[in-house]
C-alpha cells in the first residue's frame, strides 16, 4: 500500500500543508517581532520664538534701514544681560512692560508664563524713577535734536541744536519708545544705545537704553499702546511703590512730528 500513486500523493498532500502551516507561523512571528522595533525618535520641538538663538547670532553685524550695525562682542556681555525667555516673574497680563531697577532687566510679558527679559542701563544718581506710563509713540532711526537744558549743560552738544542725523553713534540708537503719562510726554524713553558696555548700569539721563539689537527686536513686538512699569524690584512691596511725579532731564527736544502714534 506504501507504494501506491495514493499513498505518494496523500503524502506530499501533508507536506505542502504542513510547509503552509510552518509558513503562516512565521509570517506570523515576524509580524509579532516588528512591534517590538523601537519607533523612530520625534523630532525635536521648534524653538518657541525664531528670534532667539546663539548670542553671537543675536548680536551680529546686520543692516538695519539702510544702516551698517557692527556686531556687540558677546565675549564682553555678561550672560544675564543677553535677551532670552524667562518665565514671567512679575505676574502681569501679555504685552506688558517691567522694568526692574535692582537687576536692570526690562520684562516684555507674553502668554503662556513667560517673559522676554533684555539686559538695560537706567538713570544714573538723581535721574532715577519708578512708577507707569503708557508707549504713546515710536520711531525708527529717529533724529536726535538735544534740548536747550543739555547743551547748557554740555555746550559742546550745541553743534547738534538742528538735529544730529540718525546712524549707529546716536544717543537714541535705531529705535525710540516713548512714554506718556495721562496724555503727556514724560520725556523718557526706552532707546537703543551705541553704548552697550553700559548695558547693566546706572549711565543715563532717565531714560532705559538697550544694545540697538535688543530695541529693534522689542520695537518689533510693541504694535499698540503697551502699559509700562518701572519698580524698584519685583518684590510685593515693589509693586507698590508710589509713582514718582518727577520729570527726567529731557533726553531729546520732544516726541519727533514724524513719530508713529499707537493706538
Known sequence: MSDSPLFFERLNRRAFLGASALGAAS???SACTTTDVAPPAAAPPPPSDSA???????YAARVDEGYQLPAIPVD?????????????????KPGTIVVDT??????LVRDGGEAIRYGVSLGKAGFGWTGSAVVQARKKWPVWTPPPEMIQRRPELAKYKD???????????ARALYLFRDGKDTMYRLHGTPEWDSIGKNASSGCV???????????????GVAQVFVRPNLSPAGKLTAVSNRTAEPIDAGVPRDAEILK
Open 27 to 29: 509570517v506570523a512571528l
Open 52 to 58: 532667539f538663538g546663539a548670542a553671537e547670532s543675536m
Open 76 to 92: 564682553k556681555l555678561d550672560p544675564r544681560f543677553v535677551r532670552q525667555i524667562v518665565p514671567d516673574p512679575t505676574g502681569e
Open 102 to 107: 535692582s537687576e536692570h532687566f526690562l520684562y
Open 163 to 173: 538735529g544730529m542725523p540718525p546712524g549707529p553713534q546716536s544717543p537714541l540708537g
Open 209 to 223: 537704553r538697550f544694545m540697538n539689537q535688543d530695541i529693534i527686536d522689542l520695537y518689533g513686538r510693541v504694535n
